[in-house]
């Protein structure tokens, strides 16, 4: 079996206009939501052996939260610009290039593209994760889908069991 994390990026700050979209670092609600989160999946024995995460500040930044606040040594990270609003389909044709020694993958990108494809790879699971879910993807937010592939390239769409949908706002 397969686990995947689909972390959205926490809350990012619009402190500074200037930043371009892609430097914007997190929001200090950002910041507590990203250990809230990572305090939620520690508490749940979440595994993560490796990490694909987008080359923006705020995804950056909140990858590194969680997984402090997981209190495990960071697993391997890749960060991928290629991760950066490129659409559902270039996120799930990126995971299934990854290695099958990964049995928990947790991937930290962006909204519309994490919804997206969290409901598309989601086809079961208890009703009130699912219902959130299709609700809308918050930031800091994090989907765990449970998949009975044992290569992440069998990943099909509506094959995954939405096993959790950790919302930081339902934490605090």
Do not use: I
Request: hydrophobic share 45%; proline share 6%.
């Amino acid at each position: 079996m397969k686990t995947l994390f689909l972390l959205r990026h926490a809350k990012s700050s619009w402190d500074a206009p200037g930043l371009g979209d892609h430097e914007r670092p997190l929001a200090p609600r950002g910041e507590k939501a990203a250990t809230l989160v990572g305090r939620h999946l520690a508490a749940h024995h979440a595994r993560v052996d490796l990490v694909l995460c987008s080359t923006a500040v705020r995804a950056v930044e909140t990858r590194k939260r969680v997984m402090a606040a997981m209190g495990v040594p960071f697993p391997p990270v890749e960060h991928e610009r290629g991760l950066y609003l490129c659409g559902a389909r270039t996120l799930l044709e990126r995971l299934r290039d990854a290695p099958d020694s990964a049995t928990g993958l947790m991937l930290v990108a962006h909204n519309p593209d994490l919804h997206d494809l969290a409901q598309e790879l989601a086809g079961d699971g208890p009703a009130e994760h699912r219902h959130a879910l299709a609700d809308k993807f918050p930031t800091g937010a994090c989907a765990v889908l449970v998949f009975g592939a044992m290569r992440w390239r069998d990943l099909d769409l509506g094959a995954g069991r939405l096993a959790d949908f950790v919302q930081p706002r339902k934490l605090s």
